[in-house]
């Protein structure tokens, strides 16, 4: 009997037996990997912008709390910042998917909060980069809280990859209708929504699609899409880095050729690898619609991290402190979400989680580090009178670097990432803390350096949007001391008082 029929005919079993809260939301939660809104991101996504910016609330200051994807998806999942969960990079040794992070983190997760709450939870896609390592539990291990589980085993990939279903290896190839992963998560999606929908138990799904992330295999019908377009020309594009950190500054300038053809032929491939994301979208609100679930569930859409093509002359990737590399989008639709609505307020991916089990349960968790946006979505359900939302946020990343460099590149120890021409974006010292303030009368960032220098860099982001000129020689030294003395509380907070 075929898995999703067997567990339908059982939860509809099981509804004759047990009272279900049908007052509780759906809540969908499609997570996009390096999807950028500097360089013009969700510009292709014509259908999700109409479904979900227009059907609902486009936040335009959402964040990720660090810009790489096991440290942010960790973030996600727990709702604390990365000094928390310690999840610090996409290696085991990071603590990315470790034993550590099994045996501690990821025990208390949005997956686990939500079944607590009588939720029936489904996850398919990519769930942290080292998941399904044979020395931390192989396919076999299930992380707690998911109902139906369809993990990806290691990263991103479109074609010829393993996944775990239920703690079974199922093998993927390279035929496109079989095997292209964004396409089997929407098709698993669809049939959990139509199979096991039967009963009145509240379900929560989070859909982590491998688009846009390298290696940028499009569905063969959207090849030929977009042939025209280059990487936006922005004023911090192919520019020389100046009093910036030293691996910003050690990006050959002017790019080479190569690097400029690279960077406008991947820019064309992170955009058709989103149209699939863009159809998978459209099916879901469909079928939830056609299912009468559609008023009764909350969608949520957004990204682990941004990325660069070409800014500061380095070629492409994330785990800079930039705008490009932190800013995500998030739009969301559900039941008294006002249509075609704006959010200027600053929310963080740690806000997902909390808001999630706001959501389900009626109550804000108090014990992690991130704030439930409920009172931004549905404003007459605040949950204090006059609350100020936030405005410091902290941003954290640690460098990975190799020790025996790249083959091919000269003098890249210590160094990562050095590719295309041998263009490095991360090293042992890339390591960084920033304080970015936004609010009605403030718009700056302030990010601390881990090396022998203790290098700074200080952007006042209403002037210098690009983040072209570091001012930090020129602060006011008591506001120096303001602002360094808040990054420092934010980075030893822990829920509670990280909510400023």
């Keep these: 009997m075929d898995q999703f029929l067997f567990k339908g005919i059982l939860a509809l ?31 292709p996504m014509v259908k999700t912008l109409k479904l979900l910016g227009n059907g ?8 990720t709390v660090s810009p790489l994807c096991c440290p942010s998806r960790s973030s996600i999942l727990t709702g604390n910042y990365v000094h928390n969960h310690e999840a610090v990079n996409n290696s085991i040794s990071g603590n990315c998917s470790s034993t550590t ?18 939720y029936y939870t489904f996850f398919a896609g990519k769930y942290l980069n080292q998941y399904g390592d044979p020395s931390v539990g192989g396919a076999g291990h299930i992380p707690p809280g998911w109902d139906d589980w369809n993990g990806l085993i290691y990263n991103s990939v479109y074609y010829n ?25 929407h098709n698993k999606s669809i049939d959990f929504l139509k199979v096991n929908r039967g009963n009145d138990q509240p379900f929560f799904m989070m859909l982590s699609t491998p688009a846009c992330h390298r290696p940028f295999d499009s569905a063969p019908q959207y090849m030929k899409n977009f042939t025209t377009k280059k990487a936006p020309r922005d004023k911090a594009f192919n520019t020389k880095a100046k009093n910036k950190h030293w691996l910003i500054q050690q990006a ?5 050729n190569d690097s400029m053809d690279y960077v406008d032929d991947a820019f064309r491939k992170r955009w058709r690898t989103l149209l699939s994301v863009d159809d998978m979208v459209s099916d879901l609100i469909t079928t939830l619609e056609n299912l009468t679930l559609l008023n009764s569930t909350f969608i ?6 941004g990325f660069h093509l070409g800014q500061f002359s380095l070629p492409n990737d994330k785990r800079q402190m930039y705008e490009f590399d932190i800013r995500v989008p998030l739009l969301v639709r ?51 009178k006059n609350a100020a939302w936030r405005k410091d946020m902290l941003i954290e990343h640690q460098g990975e670097y190799l020790a025996k460099g790249f083959e091919d590149c000269t003098h890249t120890e210590y160094l990562n990432e050095c590719w295309p021409n041998c263009v490095c974006e991360d090293a042992y010292n890339n390591t960084y803390s920033c304080l970015r303030s936004l609010s009605p009368t403030d718009n700056y960032i302030l990010c601390q350096f881990s090396d022998a220098q203790n290098f700074q860099e200080f952007y006042n982001m209403t002037h210098d949007p690009f983040q072209l000129t570091n001012q930090i020689a020129s602060l006011d030294p008591k506001f120096l001391d303001d602002i360094s003395n808040r990054l420092i509380a934010l980075s030893v907070c822990k829920a509670s008082t990280c909510h400023k």
């Design 13 to 43: 079993l099981l509804s004759c037996f047990v009272k279900t809260d049908t007052t509780k939301p759906n809540i969908v939660f499609i997570l996009t990997d390096d999807q950028d809104v500097e360089l013009g991101g969700m510009i």
């Design 56 to 63: 609902g609330m486009t936040f335009q200051n959402m964040f």
């Design 101 to 118: 992070w099994q045996k501690g983190p990821e025990k208390n997760t949005l997956a686990t909060q939500l079944q607590a709450q009588g």
């Design 161 to 185: 990859y393993n996944i775990s279903v239920n703690g079974v290896v199922e093998t993927h190839h390279d035929d496109y209708y079989k095997d292209y992963l964004t396409d089997l998560i």
């Design 252 to 256: 050959p300038h002017p790019m080479s």
């Design 300 to 305: 949520f859409f957004a990204s682990d991290n």
């Design 334 to 384: 559900g039941p008294g979400v006002k249509a075609g609505s704006k959010s200027l307020d600053p929310v963080l991916t740690i806000d997902l989680m909390p808001t999630f089990v706001h959501l389900a349960s009626g109550t804000e968790p108090t014990d992690v580090d991130g704030t439930s946006f409920v009172p931004l979505l549905l404003p007459k359900k605040k949950k204090k």
